[in-house]
């Protein structure tokens, strides 16, 4: 069986701004994120707090999966 290669979080939305047919700065005004920090952050220069990545993430309409291999169990 391969094993599953994992990405960052940050790679997986930007690859999803990517995805979504939307401009950038569309996306920055629906959801109220300085147009600069979202194209810095796009463009790899910067990262984002967790409000803008919770935003994003609405918006985007993303969730998170979590591998239960990877879940401690018993705590």
Known sequence: MAKRRSIK???AVR???ADSGESRY???KAT???????????NG???VT???????GEYLGLR???DSKHTKKGK
Do not use: C, P, Q
């Open 32 to 42: 109220g994120i300085d147009e600069s920090a979202l194209a810095k952050f796009y």
């Open 26 to 28: 569309a996306i920055a």
């Open 64 to 66: 998170i999966v979590v």
């Open 45 to 47: 220069h910067r990262g």
């Open 50 to 56: 967790t409000d803008t990545l919770d935003r994003l």
């Open 15 to 17: 690859k999803a701004i």
């Open 9 to 11: 979080l940050s790679d």
